[in-house]
């Protein structure tokens, strides 16, 4: 199978996750043509250009929510959605609340400090960061510390799930642009997402990712 977009997007990298702790080999490859625009075999995977998209065989499908319910149903073991409607309710309300709150949070941050200035070569505006990381984030690290599992347990049920790896991985965002969590004010969210970004499914990306970003731009 193959997963066209970068691990450097925090939906990416949940699927390249997903698929790691099932055990599912996915071939990454970047969306870009050679001059830089969408490659035909993305847009025909994924034709509003959604990142990341899928290619399994003569079957194509976009958006990182609808890939890692695929990849449930034809991998069902081990099950990192419950079929329990509770826990599966859980799992989901993570999902969408890392996808929506807390990816468009550090989108604010990560686009005017790396993507603008990086790959776009355009200037970012810090200050939009700044205000991003000051404002919007607190109060959505508030809740994730009171939801934040202790150390062996996780956010639903007594295993890991979906809704750890969505959860946790775009903290590694905030990683690469050195955004502050206060760990004195934040303890269960710094080790709860310290100990899940460690898991070889997403520390192999996040490790790539920071080599990748020290470089100098070519």
Known sequence: MILYGSSLSPYTRKVLAFAGEKGVELELKPTGGALGQPSEEFLEASPFRKMPALRDGDYTLADSSAIVHYLEA???????????????????????????????????????????????GMPGDPEAARQAELNDLPPILDYVERNAPGEGEYLVGDRLTLADLAVAGPFANFRHTETSVDPERYPRTVAYVERILARPSLAQWVEREAAFLAKEPA
């Open 74 to 120: 034809k991998h069902p073991e081990p099950a990192l959605i419950p079929a329990d409607p509770k826990l599966r309710g859980k799992v989901i309300w993570f999902e969408e609340f890392a996808d929506t709150v807390l990816v468009s949070c550090g989108a604010k941050i990560f686009f005017n400090l790396i993507v603008a200035p990086r790959f776009l």
